[in-house]
Structure formats: structure tokens, C-alpha cells
């Protein structure tokens, strides 16, 4: 983007990288008790905050409870977890919390779109060569490489043996629990088949939680399909604009500052009704700004997810192009027998009105496998009075799973 592109954009939103920090710390010192102590860090251009309840002593490095660390999902960022930092260090079963943005997603920094995962239009889903068609923004990533895009900075980030470089300290005996919500989710379950055993310099992961994950179900097969011709109107424009990875935030981007705020805000009142208007001023100030910020990882939802309406049924959803279902994330976390496996816990969490939830069955049969052939706790949990965003519907039970 160019020093004119750039300065238009910001006119037009009325937003830059410096509003969008200001967006977010109004947010966490409004809504997170100021007891807490919270460090900011940007380590391989990732936003990352700590919060402790009290500075740790200098000379101790070592947390002798779970540390918890909270990653958000696609078009989000770390501030949308402001109901469950306090819960969380106040239980006295955590040492501290560990919120992270995705590269390319909230705080973090956004290489420009040819650095950033993209695929192109009418490219099939095994090429990574072939040069035809058209997107708003083409680097060719593969679904593999995508993941490598979000995976990379944060294998570099989450090893202890690098972590005193930058302030932010993981000790090699260190119990973590690693957090990841819907887009979020299906990264966190990437990263522990690519970390997951003992010979890894990568953190101690001990237990994974996968909130409201995609990935688990198989997209339907093309003979399974309800092709073009048959799709309602609105679903045939749905599939043109993600064929041309033409996002959401773009949307909000070419609305402008008055209009793009009132369709935030109208989106975030109707997604999470319960918020209260406090909550919700706040949230959308933040949600604003880290969506009119410029385009970079949010092109993963061409790259990694693909919709899909299933003849039998008609049901609509979204599905990872490589998923995690059919025991590939069972036998990617298992390691020979020479490697012991570091994750001994996987829940993975739907709510009872979630969209996600389609994913539930095919979650369940991965649970049991893991199981059956990794002997390590793996179940499935419904939570009640939840939909997608279930750490803010059901803040408490979603806590309760994390801590249990």
C-alpha cells in the first residue's frame, strides 16, 4: 500500500494502527480489574498482553500454576476475551493469562496482502501453480501454507528457550493450556499436531482447549452438493464474493466512519444480545478499528475455509479445506514410541444454539479415537444458553472447562 493509498484509507475510516491500541486498552482497563498487572509485547509482530495478578518476583521464572493463553478467531482479536481474564486469575488455579493476536488479525502487524494467505479464484484446491483467475489479493497460498502464515510466529514465540530474548518467559517445566476459538480453534489443533511431544523445544502444552472450532467435518464431496444453478440467490452472491475473497471487512472498509460503526455495532447487538451497553460501546470501538485495519490474515477465509450447501438436507456451513476429522488430528498429535505426548487433555466445546455445531459428530468420533489409541482425556462438551462466542454467553461454564 502506498503513503497516499494508506493516508486515504485512514481518512476515510478514521482509524490507524495507533487508534485501534487506544481502542483496545479504553477496553481492557474498562472492563479488567486495574489490580491486575498487564504487560504489552509485539514479538515477531505479534500483539501479545500478559496479565498477573502481582509482578513476579525477579528472580522466579517458574509458575507453579497452569499458564492460560487465549487465542481469538477469524476477525477478531485478543480484547474480545475482556470477560474471562479476571475469572481466570482470580480462581488461584492460574498463574497468568496470555492473550495472543493471530499475524495479520487484531493488534498484530498486517503484511501486506501479497505476504498474506490468499487463494486464487477458480483455483482448485490441490494447485499451488496455477496462475489463472482473479482475487482481490492472489499470493497463491495453499491451505498448508496458510497455516504456516498464523503457525510460524507463534512456534517462534511459544518456545522457552527464546523467550528471554523479549521479556516474556516460559519455563521448560511450565504447564500451558492453549485456548483457540473457531478459526482459533482449528490453528490451536495445528499447532499441537506439529508440537506434541517431549523431544520439542516448543512450550509444554498440557491441555487444549478448542472452542467452537471449524474443521472437524469433512466438506461434503462435489456429487454430494447442491451445485450453482440450484443455490438461492443470496447463497450464489455468498459464493462469488468468497470465490473472490472479497471479506467482510471489506465490506465495512468501503462504508466509510459513520456507516461502518453502525453496522459494527448492529452486528455485535445481534450476535451477543446480552452485552450490556457499556460492554458493547466499548467492544464495538475496538471491533471497528480492528476491522477497518488494512487486509492481511482475514484473506485465510478463502484459503483455508470453503462453504458448501449439502444436497441431502440442504445445510449450509463452512468447511476447513484440510480437516481435522477422520483421525488426521489423531494421528498427527501421535508420536512414535520413542516420543512421550505432551497434551494429556482436549476438550472441545460447542454451544447448544452454535452454528458450529455441525461439526459436533465428526468432533466426537476424533475424541474417541484419540482416546483409543492415545489413552489421553478427549470429550466433547455442550454448553447450555451458548452460541458461537461461547466464553461471553456462558462465560462461567466456559471458565469451569478450563480450569477443571
Same mark, same amino acid.
Given at each position: 500500500?502506498?503513503?497516499?493509498?494508506?493516508?486515504? &484509507?485512514?481518512?476515510?475510516?478514521?482509524? +490507524?494502527?495507533?487508534?485501534?491500541?487506544?481502542?483496545?486498552?479504553?477496553?481492557?482497563?474498562?472492563?479488567?480489574?486495574?489490580?491486575?498487572?498487564?504487560? =504489552?509485547? $509485539?514479538?515477531?509482530?505479534?500483539?501479545?498482553?500478559?496479565? *498477573?495478578?502481582?509482578?513476579?518476583?525477579?528472580?522466579? =521464572?517458574?509458575?507453579?500454576? @497452569?499458564?492460560?493463553?487465549?487465542?481469538?478467531?477469524?476477525?477478531?482479536?485478543?480484547?474480545? !476475551?475482556?470477560?474471562?481474564?479476571?475469572?481466570?486469575?482470580?480462581?488461584?488455579?492460574?498463574?497468568?493469562?496470555?492473550?495472543?493476536?493471530?499475524?495479520?488479525?487484531?493488534?498484530?502487524?498486517?503484511? #501486506?496482502?501479497?505476504?498474506? @494467505?490468499?487463494?486464487?479464484?477458480?483455483?482448485? @484446491?490441490?494447485?499451488?501453480?496455477?496462475?489463472?483467475?482473479?482475487?482481490?489479493?492472489?499470493?497463491?497460498?495453499?491451505?498448508?501454507?496458510?497455516?504456516?502464515?498464523?503457525?510460524?510466529?507463534?512456534?517462534?514465540?511459544?518456545?522457552?528457550?527464546?523467550?528471554?530474548?523479549?521479556?516474556?518467559?516460559?519455563?521448560? *517445566?511450565?504447564?500451558?493450556?492453549?485456548?483457540?476459538?473457531?478459526?482459533?480453534?482449528?490453528?490451536?489443533? &495445528?499447532?499441537?499436531?506439529?508440537?506434541?511431544?517431549? *523431544?520439542?523445544?516448543?512450550?509444554?502444552?498440557?491441555?487444549?482447549?478448542?472452542?467452537?472450532?471449524?474443521? !472437524?467435518?469433512?466438506? #461434503?464431496?462435489?456429487?454430494?452438493?447442491?451445485?450453482?444453478? $440450484?443455490?438461492?440467490?443470496?447463497? &450464489?452472491?455468498?459464493?462469488?464474493?468468497?470465490?473472490?475473497? !472479497?471479506?467482510?471487512?471489506?465490506?465495512?472498509?468501503?462504508?466509510?466512519?459513520?456507516?461502518?460503526?453502525?453496522?459494527?455495532?448492529?452486528?455485535?447487538?445481534?450476535?451477543?444480545?446480552?452485552?450490556? #451497553?457499556?460492554?458493547?460501546?466499548?467492544?464495538?470501538?475496538?471491533?471497528?478499528?480492528?476491522?477497518?485495519?488494512?487486509?492481511?490474515?482475514?484473506?485465510?477465509?478463502?484459503?483455508?475455509?470453503?462453504?458448501?450447501?449439502?444436497?441431502?438436507?440442504?445445510?449450509?456451513?463452512?468447511?476447513?479445506?484440510?480437516?481435522?476429522?477422520?483421525?488426521?488430528?489423531? =494421528?498427527?498429535?501421535?508420536?512414535? =514410541?520413542?516420543?512421550?505426548?505432551?497434551?494429556?487433555?482436549?476438550?472441545?466445546?460447542?454451544? +447448544?444454539?452454535?452454528?458450529?455445531? !455441525?461439526?459436533?459428530?465428526?468432533?466426537?468420533?476424533?475424541?474417541?479415537?484419540?482416546?483409543?489409541?492415545?489413552?489421553?482425556?478427549?470429550?466433547?462438551?455442550?454448553?447450555?444458553?451458548?452460541?458461537?462466542?461461547?466464553?461471553?454467553? *456462558?462465560? +462461567?461454564?466456559?471458565?469451569?472447562?478450563?480450569?477443571?
Amino acid at each position: 500500500m502506498t503513503s497516499t493509498s494508506r493516508l486515504l &484509507r485512514q481518512w476515510w475510516s478514521a482509524s +490507524d494502527s495507533k487508534l485501534l491500541a487506544q481502542s483496545e486498552s479504553r477496553l481492557l482497563d474498562s472492563l479488567v480489574k486495574r489490580t491486575h498487572v498487564r504487560k =504489552k509485547f $509485539n514479538i515477531g509482530g505479534l500483539n501479545i498482553l500478559e496479565f *498477573n495478578k502481582a509482578p513476579p518476583p525477579a528472580t522466579t =521464572k517458574h509458575h507453579t500454576h @497452569p499458564t492460560i493463553i487465549l487465542t481469538h478467531g477469524f476477525g477478531s482479536g485478543l480484547g474480545f !476475551f475482556y470477560r474471562n481474564i479476571n475469572d481466570l486469575l482470580t480462581s488461584e488455579k492460574v498463574s497468568r493469562v496470555i492473550c495472543i493476536d493471530w499475524l495479520g488479525m487484531g493488534g498484530s502487524d498486517r503484511p #501486506p496482502c501479497w505476504e498474506s @494467505p490468499v487463494r486464487s479464484l477458480f483455483q482448485s @484446491p490441490s494447485s499451488s501453480t496455477d496462475n489463472t483467475g482473479f482475487s482481490f489479493c492472489n499470493s497463491r497460498f495453499t491451505p498448508s501454507r496458510a497455516v504456516d502464515f498464523f503457525l510460524d510466529p507463534m512456534e517462534e514465540l511459544l518456545q522457552y528457550n527464546n523467550s528471554n530474548n523479549h521479556g516474556l518467559y516460559f519455563h521448560p *517445566n511450565e504447564e500451558i493450556c492453549l485456548v483457540g476459538h473457531s478459526l482459533g480453534g482449528y490453528l490451536a489443533a &495445528r499447532f499441537a499436531m506439529r508440537n506434541n511431544n517431549t *523431544n520439542s523445544d516448543a512450550i509444554n502444552i498440557s491441555k487444549l482447549i478448542l472452542a467452537s472450532p471449524v474443521g !472437524f467435518q469433512h466438506p #461434503p464431496p462435489p456429487g454430494q452438493r447442491l451445485p450453482f444453478s $440450484n443455490l438461492p440467490p443470496a447463497m &450464489r452472491l455468498l459464493d462469488a464474493l468468497w470465490s473472490a475473497n !472479497f471479506t467482510p471487512q471489506q465490506i465495512i472498509r468501503l462504508m466509510g466512519e459513520k456507516r461502518g460503526r453502525r453496522m459494527v455495532e448492529r452486528a455485535l447487538r445481534g450476535r451477543i444480545s446480552h452485552l450490556s #451497553p457499556t460492554d458493547v460501546d466499548l467492544l464495538a470501538e475496538y471491533f471497528y478499528h480492528i476491522t477497518v485495519a488494512p487486509p492481511s490474515g482475514e484473506y485465510a477465509m478463502n484459503s483455508l475455509l470453503e462453504p458448501a450447501v449439502a444436497s441431502e438436507g440442504g445445510v449450509a456451513g463452512v468447511y476447513a479445506r484440510e480437516s481435522l476429522g477422520d483421525g488426521v488430528m489423531t =494421528k498427527g498429535m501421535m508420536m512414535s =514410541k520413542e516420543k512421550e505426548s505432551k497434551i494429556e487433555s482436549v476438550k472441545v466445546l460447542f454451544g +447448544d444454539r452454535d452454528w458450529m455445531a !455441525f461439526n459436533q459428530s465428526a468432533a466426537m468420533k476424533e475424541m474417541k479415537e484419540m482416546q483409543s489409541k492415545m489413552g489421553i482425556d478427549a470429550n466433547v462438551h455442550v454448553l447450555q444458553g451458548a452460541g458461537h462466542h461461547l466464553y461471553l454467553d *456462558n462465560a +462461567d461454564e466456559f471458565l469451569r472447562h478450563i480450569l477443571d
